[in-house]
């Protein structure tokens, strides 16, 4: 199960996927929040919290980071400007949190589901129009498979405010390859229509996730840049916090998707082993710590 939540909610609200794994993560992220939040919140972390055995062995259960919400710490988040996309995915494959997120779906289906989605929402008509706003025709998702006798699909980007960190990697590799469909904007702004960003984002991201999968025939499985787009491609959920534009969290997260396409979301298994361990840090007792507060100088690798 992989859990998340809106951005400054004081707790995960959605489950986003169902998947088995060998650790319950829900109870293990109720225990951490309950146990070990309250205990560094109260400044009795080091005095009160046991050594926990597992995270001692450095056992650590699969997507916690998603409880972690940057949504007030990170001032810009990327703006997406839909009319210069042209569908490469190389800003959802450099994020290195699984932040900025793509999607192709045929363009009634899209239709569709913007006015379903926009129907629940209180200002439907502005909910409506930012969902728009996420998509583009593009060459490679709709004259493509148009050749081909399929429906045009549009191509979607969408990023997650609770993930992102504002380290603008993305932005940096569209602007790079000469598309300028990025840029960063203060989160503290409000639109044109007198709209938070964080609103809008956390509005736009549940359409996102309320969305079907891209279809295998508008995806070449064998093409790294379309890997992203595939239903196995967040299993690695984010939220670690890596340093800005980190190449190891980045290369992780398309590692999990390739093998998750390649064996299943159940065939692998990842086994951490020193280095930029900033998804989970140890006090000297081997007393779990909130992720935030892991200090080099004082963890060790065990
Ligand atoms: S890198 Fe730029 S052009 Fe490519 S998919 Fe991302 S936003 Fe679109
Ligand atoms: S700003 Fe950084 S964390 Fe946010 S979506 Fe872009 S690459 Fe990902």
Same mark, same amino acid.
């Given at each position: ?9 004081? /707790? ?37 919290? *046991? ?23 990170? *001032?810009?988040? +990327? ?42 929402? +209180? ?19 709709? &004259? ?7 429906? *045009? ?18 932005? &940096? ?25 964080? &609103? ?15 279809? +295998?025939?508008? /995806? ?68 779990? /710590?909130? +992720? ?11």
């Amino acid at each position: 199960m992989t859990v998340t939540k809106d951005p400054g909610a004081p /707790r995960e609200t959605q489950v986003v996927a169902e998947a088995k794994h060998l650790f319950d993560v829900q109870a293990y992220v109720d225990d951490f929040n309950r146990d070990v939040m309250n205990a560094y919140r109260g400044n009795a972390a080091d005095a009160e919290l *046991p050594a926990d055995r597992d995270a001692a062995r450095s056992i650590i259960p699969p997507g916690t980071a998603a409880a972690r919400d940057f949504s007030h710490l990170a *001032p810009q988040i +990327p703006e997406f400007i839909a009319d210069r996309c042209v569908g490469c995915m190389s800003c959802v494959n450099a994020c290195p949190d699984t932040a900025i997120l793509g999607i192709a779906l045929q363009t009634s289906i899209v239709e569709a589901r913007i006015v379903s989605f926009a129907e629940t929402e +209180p200002i439907s008509a502005r909910a409506s129009e930012s969902a728009r706003a996420h998509f583009v025709e593009t060459k490679k998702y709709g &004259e493509v498979p148009a050749r081909h006798g399929l429906e *045009p699909a549009l191509f979607g980007i969408f990023v997650d405010p609770v993930h992102c960190k504002g380290c603008a990697e993305c932005v &940096e590799v569209c602007v790079a390859l000469g598309y300028d469909a990025l840029r960063m904007i203060d989160k503290a702004r409000a639109d044109a229509n007198g709209e938070p960003t964080l &609103e809008q984002y956390a509005r736009d991201i549940r359409l996102y996730r309320s969305l079907p999968p891209t279809p +295998p025939e508008y /995806r070449n499985a064998k093409a790294l840049a379309d890997v992203m787009l595939g239903d196995h491609a967040i299993g690695y959920v984010g939220g670690a916090g890596s340093c800005s534009g980190c190449g190891e969290a980045t290369a992780i997260r398309m590692l999990v998707a390739a093998t998750g396409q390649t064996y299943g979301e159940e065939g692998m298994g990842i086994v951490a082993s020193t280095g930029c361990n900033s998804v989970f840090a140890l006090g000297p007792g081997g007393e779990r /710590r909130p +992720p935030h507060l892991g200090d080099r100088r004082r963890r060790r690798d065990v």
